[in-house]
T-cell receptor
Framework: KAGVTQTPRYLIKTRGQQVTLSCSPI?????VSWYQQTPGQGLQFLFE???????NKGNFPGRFSGRQFSNSRSEMNVSTLELGDSALYLC???????????FGPGTRLTVT | AQSVTQLDSQVPVFEEAPVELRCNYS??????LFWYVQYPNQGLQLLLK??????LVESINGFEAEFNKSQTSFHLRKPSVHISDTAEYFC???????????FGEGTQLTVNP
C-alpha cells in the first residue's frame, strides 16, 4: 500500500506570495492532519480534516487554511507569506477510529 | 491542555551502549502516548505507542518504552544502540478523545563508533 505523499517536496517563495501544498493520504484513510515543523517552535498542529470537514484547528493565524476533497486528498494554503512561515510542513493520515498517524515526507517551504 | 517535555535535547552515545531518552507529559485528561523517529530530510515514523494494556511497549527494532502514570513519564530505552539509530526522536501525546498530537521538542540521538 502506498504511503502518504506530499507535493511538492521543496518550494521557494517570496514574502507576500501565497502557496498551496498538497497531501494524498494512504488509501482508505479519511482523516488528514497538517503540522508545521520549525527549529524554533518544533512540531505544531495546524488542523485536521475528516470527510471534507475541518474537525480541529491549532493556534495559527487565518492566513493558514486548508481543505479536503471527496477522495480524501487535502490541500493547505498559506496566503501573504512571511519569512517566519519557512518550515517543513508535514501531513499525516489515519483510519477513522484509529489513533496511529502515518506521516508523509513533508514539503520544505522557504520564504525569501 | 497538554504538554510534553523531553528532558535531553542531545544524547551522544557509543555504539552498543544502552540509551534512555526521557519524556514527561502533563495532561488533565487521559492520553495516548507515542514515540516517533525522524531521519534527516524525512517525515516522522511511528516507533511505538501506548494506548492501553501493558505499560511496557516494544518496537520491532529493539526499542521499548514504559508508561508510568504516577510519574507521568514515557521514557524510551534501548539496551544496545547501532549507528543506524542516529536520528531525532519525538515523544507525543494525544487525548483519548481526539487525535491531535502534541509533541515534545525532540531529542537528537547520535551514535558514535
Amino acid at each position: 500500500k502506498a504511503g502518504v505523499t506530499q507535493t511538492p517536496r521543496y518550494l521557494i517563495k517570496t514574502r507576500g506570495q501565497q502557496v498551496t501544498l498538497s497531501c494524498s493520504p494512504i488509501s482508505g484513510h479519511r482523516s488528514v492532519s497538517w503540522y508545521q515543523q520549525t527549529p524554533g517552535q518544533g512540531l505544531q498542529f495546524l488542523f485536521e480534516y475528516f470527510s471534507e470537514t475541518q474537525r480541529n484547528k491549532g493556534n495559527f493565524p487565518g492566513r493558514f487554511s486548508g481543505r479536503q476533497f471527496s477522495n480524501s486528498r487535502s490541500e493547505m494554503n498559506v496566503s501573504t507569506l512571511e519569512l517566519g512561515d519557512s518550515a517543513l510542513y508535514l501531513c499525516a493520515s489515519r483510519l477513522a477510529g484509529d489513533y496511529e498517524q502515518y506521516f508523509g515526507p513533508g514539503t520544505r517551504l522557504t520564504v525569501t | 491542555a497538554q504538554s510534553v517535555t523531553q528532558l535531553d535535547s542531545q544524547v551522544p552515545v557509543f555504539e552498543e551502549a544502552p540509551v534512555e531518552l526521557r519524556c514527561n507529559y502533563s495532561s488533565s485528561v487521559s492520553v495516548y502516548l507515542f514515540w516517533y523517529v525522524q531521519y534527516p530530510n524525512q517525515g516522522l515514523q511511528l516507533l511505538l505507542k501506548y494506548l492501553s494494556g501493558s505499560t511496557l511497549v516494544e518496537s520491532i527494532n529493539g526499542f521499548e518504552a514504559e508508561f508510568n502514570k504516577s510519574q507521568t513519564s514515557f521514557h524510551l530505552r534501548k539496551p544496545s544502540v547501532h549507528i543506524s539509530d542516529t536520528a531525532e526522536y519525538f515523544c507525543a501525546v494525544s487525548e483519548t478523545s481526539g487525535s491531535r498530537l502534541t509533541f515534545g521538542e525532540g531529542t537528537q540521538l547520535t551514535v558514535n563508533p
